[in-house]
């Protein structure tokens, strides 16, 4: 049996209108054999207006009962397209969390899933009914509920269709596709035809919300092809793809802008082996993620470190490295509340020491001074001035020639592909 | 080991604010000793918004996809009591529907429970949890859900309690107990110490909303005492109880009035055998649920056969009615389309004719035609014209004594209690 899985998210099941049209969809093509395994967010704000509740009664909301609360904003929404499908008289069938067979282990809130039991999606799969799955949530082996964490409905997605042996997943959200940059933000961004799964996982980490960097994760160690794409149009959207199955090949894939991290450095720190490793250790203890880390040999046996942290994080860092200069030594803190992390992204990128160098050329046509600056195997990373962030964006987009990136953009209706 | 069960109905929970007191009120009875089981409905109005919600989707939803909505409900009801009680530091567990142990059979939407599988609730308890479970809801023995129909939290709570071998259960809800009538339309209304279940039984069918008739048959059966009480208040309030624990002798417990009725009549129609069992068979067929009836012999072998139904149906009852006369006998149909039912019930009326004699004579001081008359061992029933049925039932309360009706609006603590 040919199994199709699709996930639609919250911004494609706003209004009761959006799950209508979704229904009608999904029966044009279950006419013309699909069988479908439908997994499905929160409609539209609700996980978020859940949360809010939630927060008005417990500042520090979590463990079990948050979990119970939010799993209930899928549950909704299969049950409204359950209801939708029925009233067009399309075989189908909600499981509810317990049923959908999907195990999670780990923390409430952020648990991961560690397997699927498909007997229920497949029984009703050979009646011909189309499975509606709650994404982001599943059960322990005590029948306690946990969710996944946000973005949580993209790995349900992934995991079931790894677990059914499908060869592709689609990924339905407002956007067509991925982006040769934030399009809001870039006038001339281009989408993407395929990309691999390391080049979206940078770029989910960056913040291009289209898909979970926890679902890419899943579907590169299984080799499952991603297809993101619109749930408003019948347009292709971007293939998620591992390296042997890429076509062309390009040296960037796409550009990424943050604005909400600070920028703490310490300067003039001992250069005592451990020191560094003792200072991490202890922003760790605080639950403080750091995103880029740059360490760099000064003077005398003085080091310099910086490191960059999401801006909520900022006061609690700093009193972290505050604790830490004064117990191990006289360094000087330097803290930018607000900064701008420019990304770029492509894995061919590392073997072309030219990118870096336009993209340098780039941002000293526009006098921008940059602060820090990381690489990694697939990507640069490098820290500016945050008023001068959107400029740069555009600017090093341009000089990497993504404005002119060939797409398919070209009209392939649903049918033509069913 | 000694349980309280309380059930909390949607106006107690209205807002995060009603939760958090609730909360604190919970805690104070653990504090003292009290082991408790709480059911809860859904927060205010939330049910009527799923539905809203659903007939959107699908006019006539239903089945278990409905089910499966309208069981978020409840679901975020003892999340939020959860997490309440988390803040508080109050050690607690709300169960999921599968996990409450509330085992449910029949038709989706309106199905009924079969067993209570107390196992979880009470290893809970005996780690000194407070239990939440979701009123209204249950699972099948494939873990599908199912909800009880409206009024079901009350029938959840009750089915516990028994299960739980209690010897009484709280109803909290937000009026103080079970009045003479509604303190809304009589203003000299007296909350009742003590009623019988089948009082209480006749009044729930008269619409007095406070307690479900369903809850009432299970509480009846199993001669659990129910007590109606006050969320925002700690007084006592109205018991619900089997005739052997009746203290005082009342002959008339309480009186209401109903104006969402029409009547309908088949004049001199014919006296044949099976004529009347046919028409309601018409009727029951249709699905139209009949509330008074009333034959009286005619002339000449013909009889007159009136009814009443709820205004929403009388449309359909009005068609099967016509059809019905074109197919048996040329009767002639009189329609009422709003009509007022006043209601006396009392378990020591029949005995008492008296009681007849009383009101008769106070509706005829006011000059008021009584269009039908229904009696049972415990209730009479009379129709009016709607315009006079206010008026009515002040007339007929005072008539009967019950303005100065002695009640128990004693301050009593639930901490004297407790």
Same mark, same amino acid.
């Given at each position: 049996?040919?199994?199709?899985?699709?996930?639609?998210?919250? +911004?494609?099941?706003? +209004?009761?209108?959006?799950?209508?049209?979704?229904? &009608?969809?999904?029966? @044009?093509?279950?006419?013309?054999?699909?069988?479908? $395994?439908?997994?499905?967010?929160?409609?539209?704000?609700?996980?978020? #207006?859940? %949360?809010?509740?939630?927060? =008005?009664?417990?500042?520090?909301?979590?463990?079990?009962?948050?979990?119970?609360? /939010?799993? +209930?904003?899928?549950?909704?929404? *299969?049950?409204?397209?359950?209801?939708?499908?029925?009233?067009?008289?399309?075989?189908?069938?909600? /499981?509810?969390?317990? &049923?959908?067979?999907?195990?999670?282990?780990?923390?409430?809130?952020?648990?991961?899933?560690?397997?699927?039991?498909?007997?229920?999606?497949?029984?009703?799969?050979?009646?011909? !009914?189309?499975?509606?799955?709650?994404?982001?949530?599943?059960?322990?082996?005590?029948?306690?509920?946990?969710?996944?964490?946000?973005?949580?409905?993209?790995?349900?997605?992934?995991?079931?269709?790894?677990?059914?042996?499908? @060869?592709?997943?689609?990924?339905?959200?407002?956007?067509?596709?991925?982006?040769?940059?934030?399009?809001?933000?870039?006038?001339?961004?281009?989408?993407?035809?395929?990309?691999?799964?390391?080049?979206?996982?940078?770029?989910?980490?960056?913040?291009?919300?289209?898909?979970?960097?926890?679902?890419?994760?899943?579907?590169?160690?299984?080799?499952? $092809?991603?297809?993101? !794409?619109?749930?408003?149009?019948? /347009?292709?959207?971007?293939?998620?793809?591992?390296?042997?199955?890429?076509? =062309?090949?390009?040296? $960037?894939?796409?550009?990424?802008?943050?604005?909400? =991290?600070?920028?703490?450095?310490?300067?003039? %720190?001992? #250069? !005592?082996?451990?020191?560094?490793? &003792?200072?991490? !250790?202890? /922003?760790?203890?605080?639950?403080?993620?750091?995103?880029?880390?740059?360490?760099?040999?000064?003077?005398?046996?003085?080091?310099?470190?910086?490191? +960059?942290?999401?801006?909520?994080?900022?006061?609690?860092?700093?009193?972290?490295?505050?604790?830490?200069?004064?117990?191990?030594?006289?360094?000087?803190?330097?803290?930018?509340?607000? *900064?701008?992390?420019?990304?770029?992204?492509? %894995?061919?990128?590392?073997?072309?020491?030219? $990118?870096?160098?336009?993209?340098? &050329?780039?941002?000293?046509?526009?006098?921008?001074?940059?602060?820090?600056?990381?690489?990694?195997?697939?990507?640069?990373?490098?820290?500016?001035?945050?008023?001068?962030?959107?400029?740069?964006?555009?600017?090093?987009?341009?000089?990497?020639?993504?404005?002119?990136?060939?797409?398919?953009?070209?009209?392939?209706?649903?049918?033509?592909?069913?």
């Amino acid at each position: 049996m040919k199994i199709s899985i699709q996930k639609y998210g919250g +911004t494609s099941l706003k +209004t009761i209108k959006h799950i209508q049209k979704i229904a &009608k969809k999904l029966q @044009k093509e279950q006419k013309k054999g699909a069988n479908l $395994v439908v997994i499905l967010s929160a409609m539209g704000s609700s996980t978020d #207006d859940l %949360i809010t509740l939630a927060c =008005e009664v417990h500042p520090k909301a979590t463990g079990p009962a948050m979990d119970l609360l /939010l799993s +209930t904003g899928e549950q909704v929404s *299969i049950s409204l397209m359950s209801l939708a499908l029925d009233q067009l008289n399309v075989p189908n069938k909600a /499981l509810n969390v317990i &049923k959908s067979g999907v195990n999670i282990s780990g923390k409430h809130t952020e648990a991961f899933i560690t397997s699927i039991d498909t007997r229920n999606i497949m029984q009703n799969l050979e009646q011909n !009914r189309i499975c509606l799955v709650a994404g982001f949530q599943g059960k322990d082996e005590n029948n306690e509920i946990y969710t996944l964490g946000r973005g949580g409905s993209d790995t349900t997605a992934i995991a079931i269709a790894v677990a059914l042996k499908a @060869k592709d997943c689609e990924i339905f959200t407002d956007v067509s596709g991925i982006y040769t940059a934030d399009p809001n933000k870039v006038s001339r961004a281009r989408k993407i035809k395929k990309i691999y799964y390391e080049e979206m996982l940078e770029l989910a980490r960056l913040g291009a919300g289209v898909l979970h960097s926890r679902a890419v994760e899943l579907a590169s160690k299984n080799k499952l $092809v991603v297809h993101v !794409r619109s749930s408003f149009n019948n /347009l292709q959207g971007s293939f998620v793809v591992g390296e042997d199955s890429m076509l =062309e090949q390009a040296l $960037v894939r796409g550009v990424s802008l943050k604005c909400d =991290e600070s920028r703490i450095s310490l300067l003039d %720190i001992e #250069d !005592r082996p451990g020191l560094a490793a &003792k200072f991490f !250790r202890n /922003l760790a203890m605080n639950e403080i993620d750091v995103n880029m880390i740059v360490q760099s040999s000064g003077q005398y046996n003085k080091n310099s470190l910086s490191f +960059t942290v999401i801006q909520e994080k900022l006061a609690l860092a700093k009193q972290v490295s505050d604790d830490f200069i004064e117990k191990e030594g006289n360094a000087r803190l330097e803290v930018d509340a607000e *900064i701008a992390v420019l990304s770029i992204v492509g %894995i061919g990128m590392c073997k072309h020491v030219g $990118v870096a160098a336009t993209i340098f &050329k780039a941002l000293a046509e526009l006098n921008i001074n940059i602060q820090m600056i990381s690489t990694s195997e697939i990507k640069i990373s490098l820290v500016i001035p945050v008023a001068q962030g959107q400029k740069a964006l555009q600017s090093v987009h341009s000089a990497l020639g993504l404005d002119s990136l060939d797409t398919i953009d070209s009209i392939e209706t649903m049918d033509a592909k069913a």
